[in-house]
C-alpha cells in the first residue's frame, strides 16, 4: 500500500483557494525569481482521517488548505513553485517554506525557514538544513549557496525540474522523515557493498 499519493490539482477552485492562502509567500517567491505554480493535493492512506484527526483539526486551524475524501483520506493541498534557473522548487505551506534540490547521485537537499523534525543523513543521501530567522530571502540565499557547494563537490544537479520531478522529490522527502529508505537507494547500497 502506498502511504502518500500526490496528483496536480487542476480544479480552478481549489487553485485559487490555495493561492489565496499563501498570497503573501507567492509574492515574495516571485520577486526571488520563482514562478511556473503547480498545485499539488497530497492524498494520504485509506482512513487516514480517523487515525490523523487531531493532526486534520491543527492544520485546519493553523490555515491550511485540507479536506477528507475517498475512503476518509487526508487530503492537503499546497502552492509548488520552480526558480527560473531550473533546479530549486519551493514548497509552501502555513510553516513556512521548503526549497529542494535533487542531484544526479539521489541526494536531496531541503532547506525550510521553519524548524524541521527531518535531520541530515548521509546513509540516505538526505541533507537537510533550516534558518528560523531571516525569512524567504535568507533561506533562498542558504539553499543557493549549498547548492553551488555541493556542485563543487562534482554532483550535478537535476535540471529542468517538472511535476515528475516534484512528485519524486516529495516522495523522497516523504520517506526520510518517516523512516523509510526509497528502494532503489537500498538496491545501490546492495550493488556497492
Same mark, same amino acid.
Given at each position: *500500500? ?7 490539482? $487542476? ?28 498545485? $499539488? ?16 483539526? $491543527? ?33 509552501? @505551506? ?7 534540490? *535533487?542531484?544526479?547521485?539521489? @541526494? ?69 522523515? $518517516?523512516?523509510? *529508505? ?12
Amino acid at each position: *500500500m502506498k502511504f502518500t499519493t500526490y496528483d496536480e490539482v $487542476l480544479k480552478d477552485s481549489i487553485a485559487l483557494n490555495v493561492q489565496g492562502r499563501f498570497s503573501d509567500e507567492l509574492q515574495q517567491l516571485h520577486a526571488l525569481g520563482f514562478n511556473e505554480e503547480f498545485y $499539488l493535493r497530497e492524498t494520504a492512506f485509506p482512513f487516514s482521517a480517523l487515525l490523523l484527526f487531531p493532526i486534520l483539526v $491543527l492544520m485546519h486551524f493553523a490555515g491550511e488548505r485540507v479536506s477528507v475524501g475517498g475512503l476518509l483520506q487526508v487530503m492537503s493541498y499546497s502552492p509548488h513553485v520552480i526558480h527560473e534557473n531550473g533546479y530549486v522548487c519551493g514548497v509552501i @505551506t502555513k510553516l513556512g517554506v521548503r526549497y529542494m534540490s *535533487m542531484f544526479d547521485d539521489g @541526494t536531496l537537499l531541503s532547506t525550510t525557514t521553519y524548524h524541521s523534525s527531518s535531520s541530515s543523513n548521509p546513509d540516505k543521501r538526505f541533507i537537510s538544513q533550516y534558518f528560523l530567522s531571516g525569512g524567504i530571502e535568507l533561506a533562498w540565499k542558504q539553499h543557493v549557496q549549498r547548492v553551488d557547494t555541493l556542485t563543487g563537490e562534482g554532483r550535478s544537479v537535476i535540471v529542468p525540474i517538472g511535476m515528475k520531478d516534484l512528485t519524486r522529490m516529495e516522495k523522497r522527502y516523504n520517506q526520510i522523515i $518517516l523512516g523509510f *529508505m526509497p528502494d532503489d537507494l537500498k538496491e545501490k547500497r546492495k550493488n556497492h557493498e
